[in-house]
């Protein structure tokens, strides 16, 4: 029997987590801590939530006391730590609570562990969930022709270089996790992992709000040229990965999990724009014409390109679907799963941000 907290469990990656464990691990109990802002929603998980297996517990994980009582009372043994504030743009507008949830909240779960658990270390383990977007950018010295668009990656020992608020507060608990590893012995692991995409994701991001609007027939907004490179991952890999790292990784070790796939955001638009007007019937070329190239984001970094090699070599894992393929399965949901969508960008979700960010 394992009692399993995973943090931000309702939200995009931390669902699919979630589902997996739950279903994968009947003898586990899995709890989900989640805040539910914006971006956590109960829907992601309808069809675990009556599983025997599965809690759901409302809460900060800023609220010390409360993650501690909750540690005891589900006697905690295994932590995966998702909760974040998670949008690049967002914490352009508004650091602050980039730097109170991804820093402090991490900061507050560390001490929790520590506390409960109380230099127990046997069979316990503090996992956090990171990007690679916290060792800054890379060079775009290969442009032209097929990926890679570099000659350099991030591997595992490259420095921390973060540029927006959001990279700087992942760094910074990133850092507060190998303090505790380090000063207390807290037995923890670390993932820093590439730009995910897939089912449930908040249509804020590139890949759901390009599909949202092109069945709306809404703008497309490109930052700068479009000439800006990430290497995308499916989110079930993702997850697959977190299995494999949660039961085989080394404890004290960090791992970097990628796609090996890099794309410039002005080909994924493409990509993104000819799957969905063939999925929706529209004649070729028309979501083209809703390519609008914007202002581009403030430190927009160049290249994201993740060296995953360590994690391959050492628990075999690998990811399994072409981007294509992913992108199609991706589109095909969206579009099946429009009362999700329209839920999310309905109202009541606006109403919520405009009281949590003062603007609709
Ligand atoms: P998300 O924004 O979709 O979900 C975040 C979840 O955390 C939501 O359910 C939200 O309700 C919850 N949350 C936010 N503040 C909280 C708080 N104070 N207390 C408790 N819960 C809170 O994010 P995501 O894209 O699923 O990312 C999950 C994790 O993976 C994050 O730590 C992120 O930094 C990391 N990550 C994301 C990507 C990506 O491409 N999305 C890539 C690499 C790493
Ligand atoms: P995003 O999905 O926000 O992820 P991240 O900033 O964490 O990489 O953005 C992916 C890329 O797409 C990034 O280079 C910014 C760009 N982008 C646009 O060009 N237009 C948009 O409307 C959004 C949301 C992103």
Known sequence: MKNI???????FIGSHVVRLFVKKYPQYRIVNLDLLTYAGNLDNLADVESAPNYHFERCDVCDYERVCELMRRYSIDGIIHLAAESHVDRSIRDPFIFACTNV????????????????????????HISTDEVYGALELDKPEGAAPYGSRFFSESNKYEPHSPYSASKAGADHFVRAYHDTYGLPTIITNCSNNYGPYQFPEKLIPLLINNIRNGRPLPVYGRGENVRDWLYVEDHARAIDTVFHRGRVGESYNIGGFNEWKNIDVVKLVIKTTDRLLGNLPGSGEKLIEYVADRAGHDLRYAIDSTKLKTELGWEPSLQFEEGVEKTVRWY????????????GEYREYYAKMYGRG
């Open 5 to 11: 907290l995973i943090t931000g469990g309702a939200g």
């Open 104 to 127: 402090m909240g991490t900061l507050s779960l560390l001490q929790a562990a520590c506390q409960y658990w109380n230099g127990d270390w046997s069979e316990k383990i503090f996992y």
């Open 335 to 346: 579009l099946e799963n429009d009362v999700w969508l329209n839920r999310v960008t309905g």
